[in-house]
């Protein structure tokens, strides 16, 4: 059987790792393998596929490879986005020749095998289990994201500004406004934590369904409407530029939250048992549970 040598996986990952610097915020799986697929002539074995298994063998070649990067704290994974760590990076500049690239990888990936707990279960897993169980998970997960990510860019803007609205509303806030179809200043909801809004603080609201991510110009234009005793909360499906999160973490003068379409999601799975049966069809999220890889 034809064998894919330390030399050639290197340059498979090192190609990675290129990518994905180009990605700082980084880039779904799939999209990544693609691009990386791209860079090489592949040879025919690469380019076939396994007999039990859909898809190009190099995706099974190049995901295997990512175990011993994450593992070597190289890169990360959450929620079917990679993206390279700042230990990757100096990686990449230290070990120019493919082979030893990947060879510090798997050292480094052995080292934290060897720092996890034994038991007899893990004494019986052979090398070859191991990645095709991290491969089943990982594919579930990415694809299970990509469809909500999916879902979430189809949702129309005020459809989406009202899913904000109940869901700060089953987190315990008190909605006193939602801007109407139309010109909306730049605020789109205003909640409070009592229900007669005498409280401090005041929670004003600004919601972006788009995919760009929010940069600091617009987001220093939100908080300039915040005055003392207010609380900024800016949820988008977009993302947030690097300036922008900066800025909202180092503001001393204005509060300011940024949701992200990940934290928006991890807060909608906290609170959907508490959502009305309207609202749970905004975004219908049911959980499977399977037996997952090992940390």
Do not use: C
């Amino acid at each position: 059987m034809a064998e894919i040598t330390t030399k050639r996986t290197g340059e498979f990952v090192r190609a990675l790792i290129k990518f994905l610097m180009d990605s700082p915020d980084g880039a779904p799986a799939k999209q990544t393998m693609a691009a990386v697929a791209n860079q090489f002539k592949l040879t025919d074995y690469e380019a076939g596929s396994y007999p039990s298994s859909p898809g190009q063998r190099f995706n099974y070649i190049l995901r295997f490879a990512t175990v011993d990067l994450v593992k070597a704290g190289w890169m990360a994974k959450h929620k079917g986005i990679w993206t390279a760590t700042d230990a990757g990076r100096a990686a990449l500049a230290q070990f120019k020749d493919p082979a030893a690239f990947y060879q510090e990888a798997k050292r480094l990936y052995q080292i934290w095998r060897k720092a996890q707990p034994v038991d007899e279960h893990d004494a019986t897993n052979d090398e070859i289990e191991v990645p095709e169980t991290i491969r089943t998970f990982e594919v579930a997960e990415e694809e299970a994201w990509q469809e909500i990510w999916s879902h979430l860019a189809k949702i129309p803007p005020y459809e989406f500004q009202d899913m904000v609205r109940q869901l700060l509303e089953v987190m315990g806030y008190h909605v006193s406004w939602v801007a109407p179809p139309g010109r909306d200043g730049g605020i789109d909801i205003i909640a409070w934590t009592d229900p007669l809004g005498t409280k401090p603080p005041r929670i004003k609201v600004q919601v972006k369904r788009r995919s760009d991510p929010i940069p600091v110009n617009e987001l220093r234009s939100f908080m300039a409407m915040l005055v003392d005793g207010d609380v900024g909360l800016f949820v988008t499906t977009g993302g947030f530029t690097r300036d922008a999160m900066d800025e909202a973490r180092l503001s001393a003068s204005r509060m300011i939250t940024l949701i992200d379409r990940t934290r928006l999601v991890e807060l909608w799975i906290e609170h959907y048992n508490k959502l009305s049966e309207y609202g749970r069809r905004m975004l219908p999220l049911r959980p499977i549970y399977f037996l997952a890889p090992p940390d």
